[in-house]
């Protein structure tokens, strides 16, 4: 089992940064393949990114360049520096957890992962 509790969201203006972090209780020895996702207002929950168990990166397309996805196994949190933020990077944003999987990881799916967390709002003003 897996519980994650995210924090760091809150409000900023266009322009200005926020770091999320995730929170990760688990077993001492289970590697998660970890996520973030986010729901603005009125649309589906969508990727934004991942890490894998060895720490390779991937990024949506509207964030690469200005989010960073790392993780500190020895705090096991995970987290997301996000710069440049606009006002469509308002959404609740969530972390998400998968332990165990066979072939590629289907990493921008949100059935890929097994366990979320409850969310954080981001809120950017122009």
């Known amino acids: 089992q897996v519980q994650l509790v995210e924090s760091g969201g809150g409000s900023v203006q266009a322009g200005g940064s926020l770091r999320l972090s995730c929170a990760v209780s688990?077993?001492?020895?289970?590697?998660?393949?970890m996520g973030w996702f986010r729901r603005a207002p009125g649309k589906q929950r969508e990727w934004v990114s991942s890490?894998?168990?060895?720490?390779?990166?991937q990024y949506a397309s509207s964030v690469k360049g200005r989010f960073t996805i790392s993780q500190d196994n020895a705090k096991r949190t995970l987290s997301l520096e996000m710069k440049n933020l606009t006002p469509e990077d308002t959404a609740m944003y969530f972390c998400?957890?998968?332990?165990?999987?066979?072939?590629?990881?289907?990493?921008?799916?949100?059935?890929?992962?097994?366990?979320w967390g409850q969310g954080t709002q981001v809120t950017v003003s122009s």
């Open positions: 890490i894998s168990t060895s720490g390779a990166t």
């Open positions: 688990a077993n001492a020895d289970s590697r998660p393949y």
């Open positions: 998400a957890a998968r332990l165990g999987f066979f072939g590629l990881p289907r990493y921008t799916r949100e059935d890929f992962y097994t366990f």
